[in-house]
């Protein structure tokens, strides 16, 4: 089994977003779309976030136009859900505002011995659709956490430092005080 290429080779580049699945078969660029990696996009307390319960909203921003790939988005989320339940659990709401369209194609390249009688170079080039990443802007939210009490806060601010490593970008945190 290949290991996945590393983030620098998918996170700054230009990409306009191929997301081209038909379901007629002559329309169709991309011949199988891979899997969905992120497998929850809301968690916690949705009820009380939609009553207006919780008084603060901490939102996760990027500062840069980037490419993040849904293995890195998921990774992200599953420290994150994990690290709040264990803390404070049932006391937020967290949901991952952006979705993976885009779809990443490689064009598997051989090295060593032998390999050149085993490639085929750019001749066929176009590739393989190996994964999905999301699209963003500057400035753009990629995660959303909602909840009340300065204890808390404070809790999550520190969850989010600690997971800034895992996003291929350089991440920015908001706090906002919701009105009721």
């Known amino acids: 089994m290949a290991s996945l290429r590393k983030a620098g080779a998918y996170s700054k580049r230009y990409a306009r977003p191929y997301t081209r699945k038909s379901k007629r078969k002559s329309k169709n660029f991309i011949k199988a779309v891979p899997v969905q990696k992120i497998n929850k996009f809301n968690m916690g307390k949705m009820k009380l976030y939609e009553e207006r319960k919780f008084d603060t909203v901490i939102k996760v921003a990027t500062t840069e136009k980037v490419q993040i790939r849904d293995n890195a ?17 049932g006391q937020y709401y ?19 011995a032998g ?6 170079g750019m001749s066929a080039s176009f590739g393989k659709a190996m994964g999905r990443a999301a699209l963003l802007k500057q400035n753009q939210e990629i995660y959303l956490i909602s909840t009340s009490g300065d204890k808390q806060i404070k809790i999550i601010k520190d969850i989010i430092n600690s997971v800034k490593s895992k996003l291929p970008c350089k991440t920015k945190i908001t706090q906002e005080k919701i009105k009721n």
Not at 76 to 86: G, K, M, W
Not at 94 to 112: A, C, D, Q, S, W
Not at 115 to 120: K, L
């Open 115 to 120: 390999a050149d009688r085993m490639q085929t």
């Open 73 to 89: 988005l998921e990774a992200a989320r599953q420290y994150i859900s994990r690290n709040l339940e264990n803390k404070i659990p």
């Open 94 to 112: 967290f949901e991952v505002r952006v979705y993976p369209h885009h779809i990443l194609r490689e064009n598997k390249m051989l090295t060593g």
